[in-house]
């Protein structure tokens, strides 16, 4: 099974060295192939489960609270300016 | 004393023959003189542990709001949020992340009085079955140091096993309490999804996560599990049922109880050995008058698979946070935010975890979402009725916790495949969502075998049922590891 590691890696955002695109690409295929057996399996008339037990929305009051920890949560930014966070440049 | 379960050393501790400290001390003498050997731990807490006990004390001391966890030091797993103190979850991406907050089950188990000695080694981002995939070092089986402790909760089960915790948590998103359990000659319980909060557990797939007790007995697990579970608000997927007490559940007698051994997992792929001791306590349990037949849940053969597929699919989903902006690593220097982000990923998450996201960006990706995704939720289905249908007969259902006992270090880390398949017995558990409990059942050389006892949703007491019987009928749990 042939995988395009390159379109892989950019979805999903993670750099690659050329030893990983070459041992990942190669483990996801026979991974893969190992999962192409549930092929096997019949499944026209049957619903999918995206949970096991019944889940159902769960509502509450649209209220603000206030944030007490706001030093605790921006102590452990990377990169922090007047209570914001602070990301290298998006646009051009 | 640190030899001892929680339930003997409560008896001693309200009798006041041994305080808190003094258990606490013993434990970390333990840890002193072992540690280096087993390397259960990411991080320890001496001096809070300290201070926790003398707390317990004082309470003990007051002879009010005692519970049966007061003065007792527990050993939490490094993916559950720790208020100040550092949690890991074994990743490079989170090695200083100083959560400002606690975890439902560490908020209960500080109310409870417990004495927090530690945060125990995993799988990064609990993706693994041999504790192997740390980041920082591999933990080693208290039975055999040149063994694996299982996985992801090796650190958990490894600190148990060798008397450095009395109790420790777990989580278990395909085996991964029970696993560990099972290779370490522990207790370990995977509670029906949706019993414990998650809330403070760090994601990696959030439709079957859940988080559990590892134990030295069964009595133990019962405790640890009528603290922890129950419905929280902060949680959306936690139930809100009534929480018995488990320990009505710990009767000791199986009289009349069906119990159905899965053919499926008696089959080819599990070790001669373990598949003798697994019909030994077959018969143990006949002996004590359970109803003993065989159950065939065919689409078994489909759940590695198909659990490859959901659960790296719901961990390329849920580690997108880790992106370098609000919390954890960011690499230096990158000139605009995507070089940026996939920089921080490659530098902070190890082979497995990239493995997985890219399997489950593969299988969620334009173009494959019906054939591998959406099949796999299908496949779900049909293991789920297999399950129900098996428990149309019986109560529970009886399988091998692992197909064999603890491998050497090392045996399985070039090919993820063959590590995948060490969670064939303990992965349509959670598919299914139901409860599960491994516990000793015997040995291959010096290596514990353990025994996976399967109930249907919310009926964690069956387990807990059978499983006191089967102790207490035994002597297994008694055997600890020389090290």
Redesign the interface.
Known sequence: MQIDIDHIARLARVALSPEEKELFARQLSSILEFAANLQKVETNDIPPTAHAIPMKNVLRDDQAVPCENVEAILANAPDEASHMFRVPKILE | MNNKTAHELHTLLTEKKISSVELTTAVLARIDQVEEKVKAFVTLTKDEALKQARAADERLKSGENITPLTGIPIAVKDNMCTQ?LRTTCSSNILAN??P??DATVVTKLKAAGAVIIGKTNLDEFAMGSSTENSAFHPTHNPWDVKTVPGGSSGGSAAAVAASEAILATGSDTGGSIRQPASFCGVVGLKP???RVSRYGLVAFAS?LDQIGPLTKDVTDAAIMMNLLAGHD?KD??S?DLPVPDYRQALVGDVKNVRIGVIKELMGTGIEPEVKDAIKAAVNKLAELGAKITEVSLP?F??A???Y??IAPAEA?SNL?RY????????TKG??????????T??AG?G?EV??R???G??AL?AGYYD??Y?????????I?RDFEKAFKDCDVLLSPTAPTVAFKLGAKTAD??SM?LSDIATIPVN????PALSLPCGFAGNLPIGLQVIGQ?FKEEALFRVSFAYEQNTEWHKKTAAL
């Open positions: 100040g992340y100083l400002p907050y029906t999804y949706g439709s608000p959306s997927t139930v689409s053969e489909y590695v698979a198909t490859y597929l390329s997108a992106d370098g902006v609000k919390f954890g690593l960011r990158d000139k605009d935010l995507i070089t940026m982000y996939s920089n990923r490659q998450f082979p990239k493995r996201i890219m399997l960006t593969y990706s054939a591998y959406l099949k796999a939720l299908k496949v779900r289905t049909v789920k993820p495949l995948y598919l299914a969502g139901l949703a």
